[in-house]
C-alpha cells in the first residue's frame, strides 16, 4: 500500500477483555515496529520485527502483551485482559532496512479500555 | 538507557517569528538522531534526521536542525515560521552502532503558530 495502515482507528473496550490491534507495514518493508504513546507524552518503544523474527520485545510493559508477524508482512498486537492504564495510542511503523533506515508512522490506534 | 529531553513543552510564536526547539539526549554512544513532525489529524512524519557528517542538516520545509555533540544537542530551528507549521514536534535518537533500530522520543513540544 501507499502508506502504513492501522485497524481499527478507534476502540472502546471494557476492562478485563482481549484486544487485537492491527498494522499493515509499506509493502517490501522489512521492519516493522510498535510503540505506544500516552496523552502528553512521546511514543515509546514496544517491540520490533526483522521479517517475522521478533528481534526485540523489551519495551512490551507486562505479559499481557504479545506481538507477532507470523509471514513477515502484517503483524497484530495483543493485549490480553485489558486495564484502564492500557488506554493510549498505539503506534505501528515499519522501514525498508534493518538498519537506521527511516520510519514510516501509521495512523494509529486509539485504544479507550473503560 | 537512552533518553530525550524536550526543555519546551508548548510554544506560541506569531507568524514570521524565528523558532528554535531544544533538544537533549543521553546516550554515551554513537546515536542518530531525527525530528519528527505531527500536523493536526496526521501521521508522524520524518522532519530530518542526523547520522553522520555535517552537523547541521536541513530537512523539510525550511527547517534545520544542529547536532552539537559536545552538548548532546539537537536543536531544531526555523528562522521564520508559518501558521502551517502549528503541530506537535518530537525529537528522537537511536543508538547508531549496535543496529537497533527503535527510537526514543522526547515528551514533544507542541507549536502554535498566530496569523
Known amino acids: 500500500g501507499a502508506g502504513v495502515s492501522q485497524s481499527p482507528r478507534y476502540k472502546v473496550t471494557k476492562r478485563g477483555q482481549d484486544v487485537a490491534l492491527r498494522c499493515d507495514p509499506i509493502?517490501?518493508?522489512?521492519?516493522l515496529y510498535w510503540y505506544r504513546q500516552a496523552l502528553g507524552q512521546g511514543p515509546e518503544f514496544l517491540t520490533y520485527?526483522?521479517?517475522?523474527?521478533?528481534?526485540?520485545k523489551s519495551g512490551l510493559p507486562n505479559d499481557r502483551f504479545s506481538a507477532e508477524r507470523p509471514e513477515g508482512s502484517i503483524s497484530t498486537l495483543t493485549i490480553q485482559r485489558t486495564e484502564q492504564r492500557d488506554s493510549a495510542m498505539y503506534r505501528c511503523a515499519s522501514s525498508l532496512g534493518t538498519s537506521g533506515s527511516q520510519q514510516f508512522f501509521g495512523p494509529g490506534t486509539r485504544l479507550t479500555v473503560l | 538507557a537512552q533518553s530525550v529531553s524536550q526543555h519546551n513543552h508548548h510554544v506560541i510564536l506569531s507568524e514570521a517569528a524565528s523558532l528554535e526547539l531544544g533538544c537533549n539526549y543521553s546516550y554515551g554512544g554513537t546515536v542518530n538522531l531525527f525530528w519528527y513532525v505531527q500536523y493536526p489529524g496526521q501521521h508522524l512524519q520524518l522532519l530530518l534526521k542526523?547520522?553522520?557528517?555535517?552537523?547541521l542538516v536541513k530537512g523539510i520545509k525550511g527547517f534545520e536542525a544542529e547536532f552539537i555533540k559536545s552538548k548532546f544537542s539537537f536543536n531544531l530551528r526555523k528562522p521564520s515560521v508559518q501558521w502551517s507549521d502549528t503541530a506537535e514536534y518530537f525529537c528522537?535518537?537511536?543508538?547508531?552502532?549496535?543496529?537497533?533500530?527503535?527510537?526514543?522520543f522526547g515528551t514533544g513540544t507542541r507549536l502554535t503558530v498566530i496569523p
Open positions: 520485527f526483522n521479517y517475522e523474527a521478533q528481534q526485540d
Open positions: 528522537a535518537v537511536n543508538a547508531g552502532q549496535t543496529g537497533a533500530n527503535n527510537l526514543f
Open positions: 509493502s517490501g518493508h522489512v521492519s
Open positions: 542526523y547520522f553522520s557528517g555535517d552537523p
